[in-house]
């Protein structure tokens, strides 16, 4: 190669990598007057609802904080990854490249946060998912951890699956358990956690995987009926999860249907019709109305335009919150915010401790709520 | 593997197979219709019967003002309710398989292009309409009302004969014998017959090839759209790329019955339905397409032409 084209290269890196470095620089970031948080989840699509229920929240969150005027504005930045780790592969290089975001709430789905994490990792971005709940995610054994930039604050797997077991069997005598799942990153290790706790229960006569999307489930539902379940445990999302119950009960199965937090979206009775009816369904999610007073929850429909606030609003605004105090003590560079995030401690909307473990989780976990449907609503029930 | 399953819910499978597999049977002849006169795979044809399913819906709640949650109907209303949905799918499919004649192939044709640039606008069309459904619906998926209760006329060694299961298993059969009947006896039929053994003596017949290749996208649309609305009669739901998996299965059907061949692509679609339903049964869900796609290729090994053998003049009945 020619001598002068090799230094040219030479110093137009150096002046790069100095430029690069510069615009780092807290001087810099001291001068900033606005920065961007992305919301990262399903907007469109076959999950939509997951990230429509938990996006209000971050959004009142952020409404709140820029109405005290503070030197640095926040701004909101949409990107619909749609629960689907191929889009999501598409969708994070995008968010990464964006030089004004410097954190990500998110991702809704575990699949999304997998897909993610190269494009994150590289670009030092910090994630805090308000529900992405697969175990290996944070499991430093794991090859798809996301150490060290993802964060979550919502219990993860090895909490929720055997309270999903324990909740799916309540009040039901010697259950038989028939486990399904749809063979994602979240749906299959969240089915196959329940089978620890559903044998000393009782007993599992039955197990499938299912792939998402697919149309006729009414193979699976004869085999749930030959089998003798009394409670059918289905780990996977609201859109896989109408078709197969629909099967279920049209094939003439009556006992327990339950399921995750991936089905428990406000348009699951929606999609199921009646065979939503008595569903039981957990989340590692306490219900945001239950804790905003009137005024709260007037101002959150005022700026949001939703009434009721979906599942995950509430980990959506601690996800939110924990950026905005890193933001308000000064980290405006993703640096600068990996460093808060990773050693800063909050509290949350219910007044629990949010702090992390070196892996992103919740330092004591979560409690898991149980919701049942009830008139074509999902209502929170009691603690799983 | 289960093979208790075998016995203990053998009927019910089957049951479940043929109503599946019939649905399949019919958006097969879709594919192997056309591909009798053209010799070409009509690509958007699984996108006909994404639409299908989305007149169906529309019919049923913005025509016709169901709820979503809508309380079952019964006798007249029940019966002239899904006539019209019925009805409307079939002519809905059928026009927009006639507009994807003229716009995807007969231009094409006129102008002498090479047989695979009509192959890529098929494609092209097809993908049109699918972005096109996945921007208005904004990827959604959508349920239909539970119009027709599910009612059961009886039981059989387990399987349930519910009357949504017994349509899909009666409508197909009858529109392949009056389709079968048609293409047998008609002298559009004959016309269709004689397109697919040779254009060119076809033409020197008097026979108007663009008016028989319309008439067979027509055909092949009716079907497809009596496809889509008993599946979405059956599983009460439909998506924008409802049609990815349903053209697959389709097109599976066709050639494993020998495409080109009606019986082929009835009896190739019946064929895929009971696989599909014993192997998930059997060996799990997850190894279905792994199954069916073994089974397929093994098949053509033995009967490179499908079961039924593909050749053209097979439209011959």
């Given at each position: 190669m020619n001598k002068k084209i090799v230094s040219g290269l030479a110093i137009a890196a150096a002046a790069t990598l100095a430029l690069g470095v510069v615009a780092t620089s807290p001087a810099q970031a001291a001068a900033k007057t606005s920065v961007s948080l992305a919301f990262e989840g399903p907007l469109t699509g076959g999950d939509a609802q997951l990230g429509q229920d938990q996006i209000p929240g971050a959004i009142w969150a952020i409404a709140l904080y820029n109405a005290k005027n503070p030197k640095v504005k926040v701004n909101l930045v949409k990107a619909d990854s749609q629960c689907d780790g191929t889009v999501a592969a598409n969708v994070a290089p995008g968010v990464a490249a964006n030089k004004d975001i410097i954190g990500v709430i998110g991702t809704s789905c575990s699949g999304e946060?997998?897909?993610s994490f190269p494009a994150f990792k590289a670009a030092g971005l910090t994630m805090i998912a308000p529900s992405a709940s697969a175990v290996s995610l944070t499991d430093p054994k794991a090859p798809d951890r996301g150490f060290p930039v993802f964060h979550r604050v919502v219990a993860h797997d090895g909490f929720q699956a055997p309270a999903l077991a324990r909740y799916a069997a309540k009040g039901v005598t010697s259950p038989k358990f028939y486990v399904i799942d749809d063979m994602t990153t979240y749906g299959g290790p969240l089915a196959k956690g329940t089978l620890p706790t559903a044998k000393k229960l009782g007993t599992v006569v039955g197990t499938d995987s299912v792939p998402k999307g697919t149309a006729d489930y009414t193979s699976v539902a004869s085999?749930?009926?030959?089998?003798?379940?009394?409670?059918?445990?289905?780990?996977?999302?609201?859109?896989?999860?109408?078709?197969?119950?629909?099967?279920?009960?049209d094939g003439g199965y009556t006992g327990i249907l339950a399921s995750g937090d991936g089905?428990?979206?406000?348009?699951?009775?929606?999609?199921?019709?009646?065979?939503?009816?008595?569903?039981?369904?957990?989340?590692?999610?306490v219900p945001f109305d239950s804790l905003l007073t009137k005024a709260q929850l007037a101002d959150f429909t005022k700026v949001t335009g939703i009434k009721v606030p979906g599942l995950y609003s509430t980990t959506a605004y601690n996800a939110t919150n924990i950026f905005l105090d890193c933001i308000t003590k000064g980290a405006l560079t993703r640096s600068a915010i990996q460093l808060c995030v990773t050693n800063g401690s909050w509290t949350g909307a219910g007044g629990e401790t949010i702090k992390f473990d070196r892996y992103g989780d919740i330092i004591g976990g979560a409690p898991v709520g149980g919701y049942l449907v009830k008139n074509g609503v999902i209502v929170y029930d009691s603690v799983a | 593997m289960n093979f208790s399953v075998i016995t203990s819910q053998f009927w019910s499978l089957a049951l479940q197979g043929l109503s599946l597999g019939l649905i399949y049977a019919l958006v097969s002849l879709g594919y192997t219709m056309v591909y009798g006169v053209l010799r070409l795979i009509n690509f958007a044809n699984s996108e006909v019967f994404m639409v299908g399913t989305f007149a169906t819906l529309f019919i049923e709640t913005h025509v016709l003002g169901y709820a979503i949650n809508a309380p079952s109907l019964h006798g007249f209303k029940l019966i002239y309710t899904l006539f019209?949905?019925?009805v409307a799918s079939m002519v809905a499919c059928a026009l927009l398989a006639i507009l994807v004649e003229l716009v995807a192939y007969r231009r094409l044709r006129a102008r002498g292009a090479n047989r695979l640039a009509s192959l890529i606008s098929a494609i092209g069309v097809s993908i049109f309409l699918l972005e096109s459904m996945r921007i208005i619906t904004i990827s959604r998926p959508m349920t239909t009302p539970r119009l027709l209760d599910k009612w059961s006329f009886g039981t059989f060694h387990g399987a349930n004969f519910r009357i949504d299961t017994m349509m899909a298993i009666i409508f197909p059969i009858l529109i392949f014998i009056v389709l079968d009947q048609f293409v047998g006896r008609s002298r559009l039929g004959k016309s269709i017959r004689a397109v697919s053994m040779s254009e060119e003596n076809s033409k020197l017949m008097g026979i108007n090839i663009n008016r028989v290749i319309t008439l067979t996208f027509c055909i092949g649309g009716l079907t497809t759209g009596a496809a889509a609305f008993l599946y979405t009669t059956v599983y009460e739901n439909t998506v924008f790329n409802v049609g990815f998996s349903m053209g697959i299965a389709a097109f599976t059907a066709a050639v494993l019955g020998g495409i080109g061949n009606l019986r082929g692509a009835f009896f190739g679609g019946l064929a895929l339905g009971l696989l599909e339903e014993f192997a998930s049964a059997i060996l799990g869900s997850q190894w279905k397409a792994v199954t069916v796609f073994t089974v397929l290729v093994v098949v053509l090994l033995f009967r490179p032409n499908g079961l039924f053998g593909e050749a053209v003049q097979q439209t011959r009945t």
């Open positions: 946060a997998r897909a085999k749930v009926k030959a089998s003798g379940a009394t409670v059918v445990i289905y780990g996977g999302y609201t859109t896989d999860a109408a078709k197969l119950f629909k099967a279920l009960r089905t428990n979206t406000s348009d699951f009775p929606g999609l199921a019709g009646k065979a939503a009816e008595g569903v039981r369904l957990t989340a590692a999610d | 019209f949905a019925f």
